[in-house]
């Protein structure tokens, strides 16, 4: 699948059909379950949270939550938010967790109703796939609109 696109058509149609002044930040945020009413604190909630995804991807979970316990509240925040806290498994320690392959789980309000023939709520990733969807978000930020 690919990802960009997706994340590219659907933040059109968000621009489009919702708010046109949207930022790519204010339309992840919202992805992410995140709502602040502010460019400004949805930028830095979906920075905090792609840290987060990082370490967890990297493995690198212990690392990250020890460097501080600002770092160790902001893991255990956005692990605890619904929109990744499905992707997770964290067996017997809340700061070991790593993705588990799961349903995109992409709310229809921000999405096309179907995608490469598929109906969007149904698209199921594996670990990999979300790992390259999240990579997609990293390039989607980095992409000028």
């Avoid at 009413?37 to 979906?46: G, I, R, T």
């Avoid at 987060?52 to 212990?62: E, L, W």
């Avoid at 956005?78 to 349903?103: C, D, E, H, M, T």
């Amino acid at each position: 699948m690919d990802y960009l696109r997706l994340l590219d058509e659907s933040y059109a149609a968000r621009k489009a059909t919702i708010d046109p002044e949207s930022t790519k930040y204010e339309f992840l945020a919202s992805i992410f379950g995140i709502y602040t009413y502010s460019a400004k604190a949805d930028k830095f909630f979906v920075k905090k949270a792609l840290s987060v995804c990082d370490a967890i991807t990297n493995g690198k979970t212990y690392r990250f939550t020890s460097k501080s316990k600002t770092n160790y509240r902001w893991y255990l925040a956005i692990v605890n938010l619904p929109f990744f806290r499905s992707k997770i498994n964290w067996g017997g320690s809340i700061r070991g967790a790593f993705w588990q392959s799961v349903g995109l789980d992409l709310e229809p309000m921000f999405w096309p109703a179907t995608y490469e023939d598929k109906p969007v709520n149904e698209v199921y990733l594996t670990v990999d796939d979300w790992v390259d969807f999240l990579k997609a978000v990293k390039f989607f930020l980095g992409k000028k609109s």
